[in-house]
């Protein structure tokens, strides 16, 4: 486990039962679309608007391909994103509420944690409270000063 | 084959007080040997840090992340009443040590702190009074370009100004947690920062990059930008990163330290390293372990005793509407719970207030907070985020802990890592619930709805290991005497946090480099002139 793995786990706690990491890395064996249901969910669940697919789209990539997310996971994982993904219609972005009483007991803890962990991720925070991007240079040093709009 | 070097000093650490020391020693014209087990960082390895804290959505990415045990050596940690210690996350090994990826925050302590024993019966008093150390810390703050204002009315007299103003307070300061704090009859003051406000011998001002770790600007004081450039290509100086000192060699009397024996992280090829002067730089873990391998430093059996740390207890809470923009740090903070406490009965701490948007993983908090009976609320979730606000602080501990070596774990090269002991007092543990009591207060005061619903304190050990190589008038009290020399040695001296007799609710690094630079000069025989 590298360093920066470990950081995670002990500061972003709801990693630590996410059963994604495993998920991801069976998806080459069985051949089947997990990374694309999880993808798709994680644009479900996101914050981005309708015109920002791309975007949307360029994050979740970023997302499934961070390896500190890799070892966490469980066998069950793929049944689980693969039902939860199948109850969102192809195309859908930000949903305003999930339903957490149509949710099994499973999908339900995994639905949240899930969100938990894509809202703890700075990129999502900074995006929500249209902060540009974290480790860009503002120069514009009074930004902070300002009332938000 | 064992290579051999010799030099006049050699100082085995090249955090911030090695390398200020490295730089001040240096303008002398003696033959100085800088070594770091860590390696030197470039700005290129810096970029590629942030753009893989990026990629891989983590900033908690951070310069040690792919280092093996050879360049970080790990530590036990005792588990008393659940007080695990560790510093996986926080340690740093390199040239330019913690302080590559500090915050910059460059509190000082109080004339009181460094008399908690006499005054207040608890810790350890300094040998030195805050009259000796003031000016070292005035120094200090011109050396790394501290940024402040003249508005704290809990500080100690100062001697002089801060080199430059303070950081212009944020929305959330000024318009909110500084307010706030007014209405309760308490004063937020500008947060000292060694974050210029403009350029500052060759730095650039804050340009609101908000990725303080990396600092993309290169305005945030780090040793190795500001100091390792004063002596890098020196002949007088020989930097020797990827070397791990292992222990010192005495002569026959024990009395004089000959050698420093160290080994290449690379691949354990031995060096040797002759000197008239040995500083152990190597913080405030390593520098007790270090003395411990070597069996030296222990004439009053006080070494790796009176250990202490920080405990960082933090709350969150929605305050009701957007709580502003950052800068990348916070710009208000108060001393208040430093001066108006009971300190025969209770630990002192210090505290600042912050949007949490830009620097704590709040998905879990507001997930939770948006979530009613059989429905979760993404809308409601996502008009959370920019109203979540932390309040954090950092307190003082008594200073019961301990380091000893484990001999059941070993570093890279075999030799016994330390084991830390941390064993809070009632004291200890009644601060962080103080903290939480008063976070509440203030977020009341901010007109917070439900207080009630604010986090529990979280807290955590682990930033600021310190103590256990004291500084005393006797070897009965510590370590090392008031001149940082090591009681019973003629020629080895200690500079870290490991040194402070107590840790005060302060951030240390401020003072490490004002003892540093004190150091430098009884070192070229200057201080008592």
Known sequence: ?149 | MTEEIRADYCIAGAGPAGLVLAAKLAVTGKQIVLLDQGPRYSEADRAAALRRGVGTLNDYADYNDDASDATVTPHSSAEPEGQVVDWRAQRQFGVGGTALHFEGIMGRPRADDLNVKSLYGYGRDWPIGYGELEPWLLRAEQEVGVSGNDDNPYVSPRSGQFPMTGHAFSYFDREVFGPALTRLGITGHSCARAVPTEPYRGRSECLACRACKFCPSGARYSPDRVHLPLIDGRENVTILPGLSIRQFETDPTGATVVAAHAVRTADATPVVIGAEQFVVALGGVETPRLLMLSELGNMGGQLGRRFSDHVHPYVTFDLGHHAGSRLGFETMSTDHFREHVDRRQENTFWMLGSPAMDWFPIGVEAARWSTREDALSLDALRESIPRMVTLSGMVELEGNGVIELDPDTLDAFGSPVAKVTMALSDRDRRAPRRMGDAAKEIAEAMGVEHASAITPPESGLGYHPSGATAMADSPDDGVCDRDLKVFGLSNLYAASSSVFPHLAANPPTLTIIALALRLAAHLEGRLAA
């Open chain 1, 1 to 149: 486990m590298s360093r920066s793995e470990w950081k995670r786990r002990e500061f972003v706690k709801v990693l630590l039962s996410l059963p994604l990491g495993y998920a991801v890395g069976c998806t080459q064996e069985s051949g089947t679309t997990v990374q694309d249901s999880l993808g798709k969910l994680v644009i479900a669940l996101g914050p981005w608007s309708d015109g920002e697919r791309e975007q949307a789209e360029e994050f979740v990539g970023r997302f499934l391909a961070a390896e500190h997310l890799v070892g966490l996971y469980i066998p069950e994982s793929n049944g689980l994103i693969r039902s939860l993904a199948n109850r969102f219609p192809d195309g859908t972005m930000s949903v305003g509420q999930l339903d957490l009483a149509t949710l099994s007991a499973e999908e339900r803890a995994f639905a949240l944690q899930l969100v938990e962990q894509l809202y703890s991720l700075i990129e999502v925070r900074f995006y929500i409270a249209n902060e540009p991007r974290w480790g860009v240079c503002l120069g514009e040093r009074t930004r902070y000063t300002r009332a938000p709009a």
